[in-house]
């Protein structure tokens, strides 16, 4: 069965550093997205990708953070200088253009 | 943000009997809701979905039913089985956009 993966599963960065969370969207799904969970809290949406562009952007999405698709596979989410309220899961998702999103299984960011 | 509620943290069941997943709703502008499943350090998996123009949507052991009038809507499993143990995260979506709102999930526990 097709799946979103994502790498690494645990990415451990100093505060201030530059990170980049990967995934590898449904091969024939068009819309990709990331979300996020700080412990405790709810599955928040961050962004939406589509047709090479964001679609939607919530207010967490400021401008540390960028996603680019470099290739025809990848998936990428920057978060340029990382705080220690960004730790958190980040999940990766990409859906069909349906109504369901397919998540991978996330990427632990632990930010010290 | 609480646009998307789950009031059970969590709920206990006996094996082989239902289980039921209460969430509410306050944006009148969703018009697609989902049911996520999700074990610890793995992702959200899709598990039901149901449009605003249905009342009920069946699939197999999980039936989703949706109150638009009282913007409620519950997930029942039956019967549950010991490995149905999980966080249940209910999803709402606009109809313009591809954006999902959580709920805060509930964690069932199924015991043998």
């Known amino acids: 069965e097709p799946e979103v993966t994502q790498t690494p599963s645990h990415q451990v960065t100093q505060m201030g550093q530059e990170v980049i969370l990967r995934c590898v969207p449904i091969s024939n799904h068009l819309y990709f997205y990331w979300y996020r969970q700080i412990l405790g809290q709810k599955v928040e949406f961050l962004v939406s990708?589509?047709?090479?562009?964001?679609?939607?952007k919530s207010e967490i999405f400021d401008d540390q953070f960028s996603v680019e698709r470099p290739d025809g596979s990848n998936f990428t989410l920057k978060i340029r200088s990382t705080k220690l309220e960004d730790s958190a899961m980040y999940f990766c998702?990409?859906?069909?253009?349906?109504?369901?999103?397919?998540f991978g299984q996330g990427t632990r960011l632990t930010v010290v | 943000d609480q646009q998307v509620k789950q009031n059970s943290p969590s709920l206990s069941v006996q094996e082989g009997r239902i289980s039921i997943l209460n969430c509410d709703y306050t944006n009148s502008m969703f018009d697609y809701f989902l049911w996520y499943k999700k074990y610890p350090a793995e992702g959200p998996t899709f598990l039901i979905s149901i449009s605003s123009i249905k009342d009920k949507n069946e699939d197999g052991r999980f039936t989703v039913f949706l109150n638009k009038s009282a913007k409620h809507l519950s997930l029942h499993i039956v019967p549950s089985q010991p490995g149905d143990s999980a966080v249940y995260f209910c999803a709402a979506k606009r109809n313009a956009g591809n954006m999902l709102t959580f709920g805060g999930g509930t964690r069932l526990m199924v015991k043998p």
């Open positions: 990708f589509y047709n090479n562009e964001i679609s939607e």
């Open positions: 998702a990409s859906s069909s253009g349906g109504r369901g999103a397919f």
